[in-house]
């Protein structure tokens, strides 16, 4: 076990935030074989990883081929990011006070919409303490390139599932010729520009995005193809049109990919906030973060709240929780100044405990 990922194992249990990891993409695409490579990986560094499966079905085929030893969640007969969402928070939760994970693994069925997921997930930070990390979307080259020439409903969700991806991995690749993998890669970097991508064949590749230890705000080091040798692996950072960032940095040679193109911050407050430095803080959130969500306690009305926000309106609902319900804020954007974001908000709860 890597020393980092010891000392998240230190932390109190009542006290520790369980990284949460989504695997996305289409049908058949691969998310079950990199499940598996994860599984493994995990065991290799001594980390115990638990899973959520969901199958639109009423069986769970692709569990048969997870480790038996692994503690598993099965959301069948619908979608987590749609029928059967609400179901979600409390899966997680319940999956995480039975077995005490050290890290959750998502899968959602191919017809998944990450960013619905994404939600879900935000409601469960509510209830235990969850951070989501990585969002893998495993990209099936060859239906790409097929469902791009005729359009359609099922090439937007591939679309959305590209674009929602912190790490994107393009995989069947065997089944490409150099020509199409080069033009299947321009088509998932038309979609997203800046987050680290992978050519794979069976979704081989390096797993250390997945590392606990890793900091989002931390540089991610585009992941390097064991195919690269053979020329057609590169990861060619072909900019799109929504392309406005500065490139300071990421010439030749540049050793890291210093942006990425989905976040997440999770925010669990220590205790009860000042209302009017909150509210004003959600004003001045940048354009960027276009989703926030979660509970708060206010110090002047001694009241909680649930608020939402989305593409800059805000609503905040008196609420009575039952049990016990976390104070957090979740907020969900691309690309935005996240440690600024964190700074302030740890000047929230500073500002409270100076009193
Ligand atoms: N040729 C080829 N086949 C692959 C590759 N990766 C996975 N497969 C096969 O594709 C099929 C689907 O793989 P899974 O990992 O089950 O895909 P999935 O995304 O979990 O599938 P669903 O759960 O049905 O959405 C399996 O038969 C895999 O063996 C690859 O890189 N090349």
Redesign the pocket.
């Known amino acids: 076990m890597t020393q980092a990922n010891a000392g998240h194992l230190n932390e109190s249990r009542e006290e520790r935030t369980i990284p949460v990891h989504l695997l996305s993409?289409?049908?058949?695409?691969?998310?079950?074989?990199?499940l598996n490579h994860l599984i493994d990986y995990y065991k290799m560094l001594n980390v115990k990883a638990a899973v959520v499966m969901n199958e639109l079905g009423d069986v769970n085929l692709?569990g048969q081929f997870v480790d038996s030893d692994v503690p598993m969640a099965e959301m069948l007969s619908g979608c987590i990011c749609c029928t059967i969402r609400g179901d979600l928070s409390m899966e997680l939760k319940q999956l995480i006070d039975e077995h005490n994970p050290d890290v959750v693994i998502i899968?959602s069925?191919?017809a998944a919409n990450p960013m619905e997921i994404m939600d879900a997930i935000t409601e469960t930070a509510l209830l235990t303490r969850v951070d989501l990390r990585v969002i893998a979307t495993?990209v099936d080259g060859p239906e790409l390139l097929e469902r791009s020439r005729k359009g359609g409903r099922t090439y937007k969700l591939m679309q959305d599932q590209i674009r929602c991806a912190t790490d994107l991995i393009v995989?069947?690749?065997?089944?490409l010729n150099p020509e199409d993998l080069v033009t299947v890669q321009q088509l998932v970097r038309e979609l997203n520009a800046f987050t680290p991508l992978t050519v794979?064949?069976?979704?081989v590749t390096d797993l250390s995005v997945f590392d606990l230890d890793r900091r989002r705000s931390e540089p991610i080091p585009p992941i390097v193809h064991a195919d690269q040798g053979r020329g057609h692996g590169h990861d060619h950072h072909v900019c799109g049109a929504n392309c406005s960032h500065d490139h300071n940095g990421h010439g030749e040679g540049a050793a890291y990919v210093s942006h990425e193109h989905v976040m997440t911050l999770t925010h669990y407050f220590p205790a009860a906030i000042d209302s009017y430095a909150f509210e004003e803080l959600i004003r001045r959130l940048p354009k960027a973060v276009y989703r926030a969500k979660g509970i708060v306690t206010f110090t002047d009305t001694n009241s909680r709240f649930l608020f939402q926000y989305a593409y800059g309106e805000v609503e905040f609902i008196r609420i009575a929780p039952q049990g016990k319900v976390n104070d957090v804020a979740v907020f969900i954007g691309e690309h935005f100044p996240k440690e600024a974001l964190l700074q302030e908000l740890l000047q929230l709860d500073e500002s409270f405990s100076q009193e």
Request: net charge positive.
């Open positions: 993409g289409f049908l058949g695409s691969g998310k079950t074989t990199l692709d899968e069925t191919g495993v995989n069947k690749s065997d089944k794979t064949i069976k979704c």
